[in-house]
């Protein structure tokens, strides 16, 4: 994709300002983490970096440290959680795009890890990036009590497993070529989507000790609101945008017969289903009187406005 194609997607999507600042210290600290494991083979770090560090979104490392800026905690403090959450989402991505899987050749505008290298690095780069999430928040970088390191290894462990996002997977694949409920379909999404945008936003209020249950709580219906709403913007965006825009094939779900809200709600029915969770997602922000949420609102706008 070139570099005009990219910046008038930029221009189209309208992320906001603060996005910015966040990804360039998300992707920074990153790079700088793959750069330090000074690994013997080349081949794999190259590949890991390649499927982490040349775009994305990074919506669930901005919630990590959006959701700890919430609750008062440095930007320094919540980077390392951060880093692990996007670590996990590049391996799934990488992952997803193999053959066995969705057998994808496009991912973020360039080949999937598998076409710009081969199979066997794609599914070792998934799982380096997969152990070194789970490094990365056992090791005390942020200066974390031992008790809040491990409610965050045990957050992001249940949200990535056989508990989670590898649940939502392992549903979506059996569920190709089937007529889905509208409650099977949010309960597949709410483990293969929802369950690490959900991680994000509690890792990042356990990134403050003092964070009580109740705030936690709330955060978690926003939370679950804006992961469900994620997954019907994508199933919209795949039957109205296009490749260039995605940086993706536009109708793989459609080819592959895939379960999706607009198959089961129609076009219309799925955008009053995304209007729904959103006005759900800021319900419960409103409830944090005593919290600054204006960037967690944002989150949840971009998340339905957004055009990829």
Not at 4 to 9: D, Q, R, W
Not at 38 to 44: A, F, G, K, R
Not at 89 to 116: E, F, W
Not at 122 to 140: C, P, R
């Amino acid at each position: 994709m070139s570099s005009n194609t990219e910046s008038n997607i930029d221009n189209i999507v309208s992320s906001p300002p603060f996005f910015t600042n966040y990804q360039t210290k998300v992707d920074l600290a990153l790079e700088r983490t793959i750069q330090t494991l000074s690994l013997e083979d080349s081949i794999l770090s190259r590949a890991m970096a390649y499927s982490t560090v040349l775009g994305g979104k990074r919506i669930r490392p901005i919630l990590v440290l959006a959701t700890a800026e919430c609750f008062g905690v440095d930007q320094a403090i919540a980077m390392p959680a951060a880093c692990a959450v996007e670590f996990i989402h590049a391996y799934s991505l990488i992952h997803d795009d193999l053959p066995a899987m969705d057998d994808d050749d496009l991912r973020r505008g360039q080949a999937t890890c598998h076409k710009a290298f081969d199979e066997a690095t794609a599914i070792l780069a998934g799982d380096a990036l997969q152990t070194l999430a789970f490094e990365i928040l056992a090791s005390n970088e942020a200066n974390l009590a031992p008790a809040s390191r491990l409610a965050m290894i045990q957050t992001l462990a249940k949200a990535s497993g056989a508990r989670g996002m590898v649940a939502g997977q392992s549903i979506d694949l059996h569920s190709v070529g089937q007529t889905l409920t509208l409650e099977a379909l949010e309960h597949m999404h709410g483990y293969k989507t929802g369950a690490l945008i959900e991680a994000s936003v509690q890792l990042g209020g356990l990134c403050n000790p003092n964070s009580n249950e109740q705030e936690l709580k709330t955060l978690q219906h926003y939370a679950r609101a804006i992961g469900l709403a994620f997954q019907v913007q994508d199933d919209i965006l795949d039957v109205t945008s296009n490749t260039a825009i995605l940086g993706k094939q536009q109708g793989a779900d459609e080819a592959l017969n895939k379960p999706t809200y607009p198959a089961l709600l129609g076009l219309d029915g799925a955008k009053l289903k995304l209007q729904e969770l959103h006005h759900s997602a800021l319900e419960s922000l409103g409830t944090l009187h005593h919290r600054d949420t204006k960037k967690l609102q944002r989150i949840a706008d971009f998340i339905v406005e957004r055009v990829r």
